[in-house]
């Protein structure tokens, strides 16, 4: 993991969690920092805007998602594909 | 206490701009949603909707009143004349200080608000038309019908978000019944499928990009319609007096508030609605034949609705067909509980309960009749249509067979 990003990311998730970067853990599950479901998505409004990216993203069927939002060092890796751009596509 | 009837309805949505197209479109259930086509649409996340087509306010309105017509008060007025030809009205009838109107709605003229910005922001100019204040304003529609039917009684919008329309139609019968009106034109009307009226949606995610499937196991969000439906209420004996043809009887209505949370729907507060619906037309769960479902195919609304009905039907809810019609017509959001009344003249008038159509695959959380895919033939006496809005506002209207 990129320290950078996973620094951001812990703070933005610590923001809407409403506790303190050093509580957050990339460990630690959405569930388990507190956050609701409008909670999740204002963090991913704020992961998209810090980080210049369009993360797909229904509220319906948040499992569904291809953005792995399961624990947040998931989310870290995730916005990191993210940024790194597509894979190559097969040929 | 007075009796309240409706003797008009007249509609413009996405499966017609009329009541017989809307009829026939739901019997056959059809679905109204398709590509959105606006400026800046390719931005969106979320490019589908329940899009009037084909509409030319040119052959509704004059040029120089449609300079103060947003399209939601277009769809309205439109709406309300149908409901008066068919009440056989041209404008109040006796005192008009006894006739006033009542429109949902929760954008207003959110399309005039949208063009009015681009000018001033994305186009850098400094002006915008003149006419931009009365346009927009919530009470628009209501203020352009009392107009011109002559409506002097009471009149205003009423802006719940998703209920607005069975809240408007609800406050139309409850004066009347109190016998602070003799008629009321009632309904509510919405128009924000627009690049900044959407823009403001995607940002919820709760939409589908794939399409509206309410109460199937597979459905992932709610899909945008617009348009408008209007009611002509009337006092049961004045109604007869004039020999008007009576569609319905509205003979309860509840609104109740969660007092919970801003976005997520709860059961109880759902559920105080349905049966304070009930107590008020003084009927039990085993007389009412159909429920149009406010169904808008999001994950939270359909599981928290099957769960309200159930609480308040008991053994009643395995018997009962339970339909949302916004997978055919969209979610017209303010408009949307006065486009769904027509599913519930169609059940108690022609015997034929609108489908939920698009469903795929039972969900366990959302076991009722559903009334899949097809149309059913059905004599039913009395039904209930629900609305529950973002911010906990519920409103729930009981109607009738006469």
Known sequence: MRPDVQDQIISIIAREAVLEPAEVHPDMTLDELGLDSLGLVEMIFAIEEAFNISVPFNANEPSQSDFDISSVGAIVRAVERMIAGPAPAAA | MRRVVITGAGTVNALAQDVPGTFAAMAEGRCGIGTLNFPDVERLSVQIGAQVQGWQPEAHFERGKLAFYDLFTQFALVAAAQAMAQAGLPGAPGDPTRWGCVMGTAGGGNGTVNDAFRTVFAEGKNRVHPFTVPRLMNNAA?????????????????????????????????????????????????????????????????????????????????????????????????????????????????????????????????????????????????????????????????????????????????????????????????GTGAVELLACLLALREGVIAPTINHRADDPDCDLDVVPNVARQARVDAVLSNAFAFGGLNAVLALARV
């Not at chain 2, 978000?161 to 004066?175: D, E, P, T, V, Y």
């Not at chain 2, 939409?207 to 209420?233: H, I, K, W, Y």
């Not at chain 2, 406010?294 to 099957?306: I, K, L, M, P, S």
Request: proline share 3%; with cysteine.
């Open chain 2, 142 to 334: 209501c203020s352009h019908i009392s107009m011109g039917y002559g409506l002097q009684g009471p009149s205003f919008s009423v802006a719940t978000a998703c209920s607005s329309s069975n809240h408007a139609i609800g406050l139309a019968f409850q004066m009347i019944r109190a016998g602070m009106a003799d008629g009321m034109l009632a309904g509510g009307s919405e128009s924000m499928l627009n690049f900044g009226g959407l823009k403001a949606w995607e940002g919820l995610r709760v939409m589908s990009t794939d399409g509206c499937r309410p109460f199937s196991a597979d459905r992932n969000g709610m899909v945008q319609g617009e348009g408008a439906g209007v009611f002509v209420l009337e006092d049961y004996d004045h109604a007869r007096a004039r020999g008007a043809e009576i569609l319905a009887e509205i003979n309860g209505f509840a609104m109740t508030s969660d007092a919970g949370d801003i976005v997520m729907p709860s059961p109880e507060g759902a559920a105080r609605a349905i049966r304070g619906a009930l107590n008020d037309a003084g009927l039990s769960p085993d007389q009412v034949g159909y429920i149009n479902a406010h169904g808008t195919g999001t994950a939270a609304n359909d599981r928290t609705e099957v769960a309200a009905i159930r609480q308040v039907f008991g053994p009643a809810a395995d018997r009962v067909m339970v339909s949302s019609t916004k997978a055919m017509h969209g979610h017209c959001i303010g």
